[in-house]
């Protein structure tokens, strides 16, 4: 988290020296449902093309594969139906882009490739609601480190209001997996697994913290 934090001090430092700034708010897909708040700050010095952007996303996420072989042909989602079992996630990524406005092009919208680094948390597990498994609950965690690109388009409604799309794709880094398992007397149980370590590739498979995620998002950007 302290390392989040960097990034986003880093950022501000650099938002510092612009001219111009926007509030951008958009929803769309992210792996799954979800959205993000941004600031764009543009305009550092004259005739140079170059933005940044600092964002912080939400998206939702299945967090465990249904697909996932538990042993003797029986699958996590055939293990979670039977039991009744409640299962979440969800992805908070913070973005730090630079863009670059393509000029010259004759369209009726701006258009900005963008390429920057990323910093996820994803956290996701289940609950037992009708007591019918030894287990109250599970949650896992990770803190990943990402890069990722894309192109960002705005079309103007008002000179100060923008339509903005959103299209790329970002690649996270294999994070150590944390685990949190209460039973039903409330007991609580504590791991870390990191990769390298033994059972690491097979939990890997069951927990889906993100890899490659596909991005879309429409939404809209002020400018002051």
């Known amino acids: 988290m302290k390392k989040a934090v960097v990034v986003a001090f880093a950022a501000l430092l650099t938002a510092a020296m ?8 958009g929803a769309g897909l992210y792996g799954n449902l979800g959205g993000q708040l941004a600031v764009v700050a543009e305009d550092f010095t004259p ?3 170059l933005g940044v952007r600092l964002g912080v996303g939400f998206a ?17 989602g055939d293990y979670k139906k039977t039991n ?8 908070i990524t913070l973005s730090l882009d ?15 490739p963008y390429a920057g680094i990323r910093y996820n948390l994803f956290s996701g597990g289940y609950t037992d609601p009708q ?20 192109v960002r388009l705005a079309y103007p409604l008002m000179p100060n209001l923008s339509l903005v799309g959103d ?52 939404g809209a950007a002020y400018r002051f």
């Open 47 to 49: 005739g140079l093309p």
């Open 167 to 218: 299209l790329g794709a970002d690649y996270y880094l294999n994070a150590c997996f944390k685990s949190v398992r209460e039973d039903d007397s409330g007991n609580k149980t504590e791991s870390t697994v990191c990769p390298g370590d033994s059972g690491y590739d097979s939990l890997n498979k069951w927990v889906t913290q993100p890899e490659w995620v596909f991005k879309l998002r429409v």
């Open 84 to 91: 009744e079992l409640s299962e979440w996630g969800q992805n």
């Open 98 to 112: 630079v863009l670059y406005k393509v000029a010259g092009l004759g369209l009726p919208v701006e258009v900005a």
């Open 18 to 25: 612009a001219q111009k700034f926007s509030v951008e708010a």
């Open 131 to 150: 007591n019918n498994i030894a287990v109250k609950s599970a949650s896992v965690s990770t803190n990943q480190f990402g890069f990722g690109a894309g």
């Open 60 to 76: 939702q996420s299945d967090a465990l594969d249904d697909g996932y072989d538990l042993g003797g042909g029986t699958t996590w």
